[in-house]
């Protein structure tokens, strides 16, 4: 089971709207066959593991370990678990149950009712870990949220005033190339309308190999000044703005989303984005929409380089709570991720 989470971790941030999964096939106390899902639409991480079997007459003799119950419905690719009965694997080993509703048992009770013998909860905590994001988007009906600043060591976001409209660097050129890579991981990135007209930033993972997360602005005045990085071609972005006009045109990548002045914002972003199936968010400031995901206790992770520089003064980093779970140098910034317990 260890082996299927190996695997499944490399499928992420290419399998959205799909969970991360990994299989492993073993006879006689020895691999035969394993496999991953790659990406929404291609082969399950079971039918690469059968496909991986030189001789499938040992299929018959053999286990089947999945981080992830086998599907039971037809999708873009046909049920695993009905392969899995078709080339008479008799045991399957499974690491957790899936919660998406559609599957949710089905593929276990498939499985057992063909005669199968079958584990459930197989290094379990593992593999709801991998998949914090599926799970989180299920069962919470909304994006798995990851809160990502950067502060000096006497603890400031950012000056108060500054000369032009770009960022100001806390965090080392590998801390922002780290950042980067995270963003291949998620689906979605978001900043307040504030950020966008202080800093201009692109929100891509330009030094990354990798996709570019969907862009998300929000902010009561989200009338963008021309030019903007986040207006370019790059990436598709959404604007969520409770004002009438917004002075930019509607472009073919990017969309604008009315909301209600008289309802929560977060809330209403949130909603409209588990509509849109965005399953994980990133969200990288400023101080004011950092502070509302965190007052409203709307968060799962907290990603918190802490520079070398010192600003003196300027605007004080978010106030959070939360478990520890890593504290690590990344070169001289110190890295510190929090979970929300």
Not at 55 to 83: F, M, N, Q, R, W
Not at 87 to 115: E, F, H, M, R
Not at 239 to 256: M, P, R
């Amino acid at each position: 089971m260890k082996r299927c989470i190996e695997l499944a971790r490399l499928g992420l941030g290419s399998t959205y709207p799909n969970p991360m999964v990994g299989s492993v096939i073993v006879y006689d106390n020895k691999i035969i066959g394993e496999g991953w899902h790659d990406k929404s639409g291609n082969p399950h991480a079971e039918v690469n593991a059968i496909n991986a079997v030189d001789d499938k007459k040992l299929l018959k003799k053999a286990t089947i370990y999945v981080s992830l119950e086998p599907c039971s419905h037809y999708g873009k690719t046909p049920p695993c678990s009905d392969l899995i009965i078709e080339k008479g694997i008799k045991k399957v080993v499974i690491g957790t149950v899936d919660p998406n509703k559609q599957v949710a048992g089905k593929g276990i009770q498939k499985l057992l009712n063909a005669g199968c013998k079958v584990v459930v909860g197989v290094e379990e905590d593992a593999c709801l870990e991998i998949n914090k994001r599926f799970f989180t988007y299920h069962q919470k009906k909304r994006p798995f949220i990851i809160l990502k600043w950067a502060e000096s060591i006497d603890g400031f976001i950012a000056p108060n005033q500054k000369d032009e409209r770009a960022p100001v660097w806390i965090s080392n050129l590998y801390s922002r190339q780290l950042t980067h890579k995270w963003r291949t991981e998620e689906q979605a990135i978001l900043v307040g309308g504030n950020t966008v007209l202080a800093d201009n930033p692109s929100l891509t993972s330009r030094t990354w190999q990798g996709n570019n997360p969907l862009r998300v602005v929000i902010g009561s005045k989200a009338k963008l000044p021309e030019g903007s990085a986040v207006l370019n071609t790059e990436a598709t972005t959404l604007i969520f703005s409770t004002d009438d006009a917004i002075n930019i045109d509607q472009l073919a990548n990017h969309e604008i989303i009315s909301l209600n002045p008289n309802e929560n914002t977060i809330k209403q972003v949130l909603s409209h984005l588990y509509d849109k199936h965005i399953q994980s968010l990133i969200i990288e400031g400023g101080l004011h929409t950092l502070s509302q995901f965190i007052n409203q206790n709307l968060w799962d992770e907290a990603r918190i380089f802490i520079g070398s520089k010192m600003l003196l003064s300027g605007v004080k980093a978010p106030n959070i709570k939360g478990k520890v779970k890593q504290e690590k140098p990344v070169l001289n910034d110190t890295l510190k991720i929090l979970f929300n317990d």
